[in-house]
């Protein structure tokens, strides 16, 4: 997790920074003291979770996250509000849905509830795109396989045909040139190399792709998986 902590009281921010780390895997912790560096920052960088106190040198907290909105940083937010707060910032906050903590005897303690419930939805989010993610990997691979099965019904009849013919010139009783059956076996094994490819495609468990200088194809060999054995062509 990516945290922007927003506050010009160094031992506030030490506390908080302490009480992060304590309790919760965050990948960094940056701070500013103003609330125009925290916009610049964050169009800089996306952070997770902005703490961020409510009295800053320049303008209020409130100010700021509305800002941000507007420019669309829309990030979770922990407002730090003194425990003497005006009635009417807490009203504000509550009316701007954002989360708020009391800096009183209990802070920075306090700080650990509305992080759990960031944290959880955070976790619930990534599962929820995973999920995503591996519903459309399924319908790709699906539309791979239907493609495949199209690809094998359509050529294979014709492949049949051609392999046969081949192996039926190469007996003896034609009594072709060595050179027209050189050109046969040619004909015999690009046919083959058609059927294995056709089989490759029908074992698809993934979808590689591989940059070539026209676009990007499949790489067969890695996307199958654990599938050198023979399949049977449908009809």
Known sequence: MQVLLIGND????FLVRTELRKYFSIGSIDVVSRGSDAIKKSLLKRYDLLIMNYHLPDENGINVYNRMKKIGLDRQVIMIVKDSENPDVISK???????YIIRNSNFPENLTQPMKKIVLKKGKESADDEEIQKRIEQERIEALHQTSMTINHEVNNALTTIMGASQLLQNEKYNLSSEVMDKVKVIENSAQRIRDTLIKLSQLKTAVSVEV????????KESIV??????????
């Open 93 to 99: 906050l509550k009316e701007s849905k954002i989360s």
């Open 10 to 13: 160094p031992y506030h921010n």
């Open 226 to 235: 654990g599938s050198e054995a023979k399949q049977v062509l449908p009809d």
């Open 213 to 220: 200088p026209n676009g990007r194809m499949f790489d067969l």
